[in-house]
């Protein structure tokens, strides 16, 4: 599978849940990590 093929299939998966469970916040010491179902990661600058 390539990395491209990958990445489709991800966000294909990401937006095919439902908003309500897609993230779940935890605090850490940088700020916010928001934490999808299947574990990616995203910092919240703003939080």
């Known amino acids: 599978m390539s990395w491209q093929n990958y990445l489709d ?3 294909n998966e990401r937006r095919n849940t439902p ?5 779940q ?3 850490h010491s940088n700020g916010r990590y928001l934490t ?3 574990g990616d990661k995203y910092v ?3 939080g």
């Not at 908003?19 to 993230?23: D, I, V």
């Open 9 to 11: 299939k991800r966000l």
């Open 19 to 23: 908003l309500w469970r897609k993230r």
């Open 25 to 27: 916040v935890i605090q």
């Open 36 to 38: 999808t179902l299947s």
């Open 44 to 46: 919240n600058f703003s």
